[in-house]
């Protein structure tokens, strides 16, 4: 007659608990030991014991309310809060930049107008300088005016 399976059972659900909560939690593969199917072809007698052993010994590890795995949460969190700050971050940092193209486009602009009012300045040197060549002229001329004026006929 086979031994009963019922004496294994929390040891067992135990195991299958801790292997589905470390599964949980990594990418690579969890191998730990499991019962046999049949066991009355068990080799190992203290298998059941082993299993016990592990699982009470890592127990912390499938208990969410355990230190560990609150500070887990909270680092979690805390990494989750850094991200939306990193991804207001960046936001910002795009619009500083689409603000400092708008910035460089003005700054262009500023320099053709700059261009433009030396240009201005130039043509209105020009126009001194001839203002001031008629003035002379003019000045001449009413100097040979007035000397015609004095001259008896």
Same mark, same amino acid.
């Given at each position: 007659m086979?031994p ?16 589905q909560k470390?599964s949980?939690?990594t ?6 030991p ?10 190992h007698p ?5 299993i016990?052993?592990?699982?009470t ?13 609150v500070r887990?949460?909270?680092?979690k969190?805390?990494v ?6 990193v991804?207001? &971050?960046? %936001? =910002?940092? $795009?619009k *500083?930049? !689409? #603000?400092d193209? /708008? @910035?460089d486009?003005?700054?262009? +602009? &500023?320099? %053709? =107008?700059? $261009?433009? *009012?030396? !240009? #201005?300045d130039k /043509? @209105?040197?020009?126009?001194?300088? +001839? &203002?001031? %060549?008629?003035k002379t002229?003019v000045? !001449? #001329?009413?100097?040979?005016v ?6 008896p006929?």
């Amino acid at each position: 007659m086979a031994p009963s399976a019922l004496p294994f059972e929390p040891s067992y659900t135990a195991l299958k608990s801790l292997r589905q909560k470390v599964s949980n939690y990594t990418t690579t593969s969890v191998t730990l030991p499991h019962r046999p199917k049949n066991l009355s072809t068990d080799l190992h007698p203290y298998l059941d014991n082993a299993i016990v052993t592990l699982s009470t010994s890592t127990a912390y590890l499938y208990d969410d309310n355990a230190p560990w795995a609150v500070r887990v949460v909270e680092v979690k969190k805390g990494v989750e809060r850094v991200d939306t700050k990193v991804d207001e &971050v960046d %936001e =910002v940092n $795009k619009k *500083v930049d !689409e #603000v400092d193209k /708008k @910035v460089d486009e003005v700054d262009k +602009k &500023v320099d %053709e =107008v700059d $261009k433009k *009012v030396d !240009e #201005v300045d130039k /043509k @209105v040197d020009e126009v001194d300088k +001839k &203002v001031a %060549e008629i003035k002379t002229e003019v000045a !001449e #001329v009413k100097t040979q005016v007035n000397d015609v004026k004095l001259q008896p006929f």
